[in-house]
């Protein structure tokens, strides 16, 4: 059974940073392109960054770039997000993604596995 499991988030000041992880495990995901996405209340999900586990060519949305990180884990099948200047607007449920194959965009629907979410609540 796929499973992904987000951690990390939590509450923090505008300016401040946190890291979220994602650990899969249920098959390899070796080649697949792993993402991370976003909902904040009452908005639809969003897409924030993408990095492709084999070659680690990474992706970002252009209201994160600059700010945010992701990065493939030395163990395998893991996905951090290291987000800095952290703002209100940034205040969202984050999802870790996996693609199931080795081609996939922005789009929510081109992702086959889904992690439960982790909340990060930015104050002003």
């Given at each position: 059974q796929v499973q992904l499991d987000e951690s990390g988030g939590g509450l923090v000041q505008a300016g401040g940073s946190l890291r979220?992880?994602?650990?899969?495990?249920?098959?390899?995901?070796?080649?697949?392109i792993m993402g991370w996405f976003r909902r904040a209340p009452g908005?639809?999900?969003?897409f924030v960054a993408t990095i492709s586990r084999s070659s680690g060519r990474t992706y970002y949305a252009d209201s994160v770039k600059g700010r945010f990180t992701i990065s493939r884990g030395n163990a395998k099948?893991?996905?951090?997000?290291?987000?800095?200047?952290?703002?209100?607007e940034d205040t969202a449920v984050y999802y870790c993604a996996a693609s199931g194959s080795d081609i996939a965009g922005s789009g929510v629907n081109e992702y086959a596995y889904w992690g439960q979410g982790t909340q990060v609540t930015v104050s002003s």
């Open positions: 979220l992880s994602c650990a899969a495990s249920g098959r390899t995901f070796s080649s697949d908005k639809e999900r969003e099948n893991t996905v951090y997000l290291q987000m800095n200047s952290l703002k209100p």
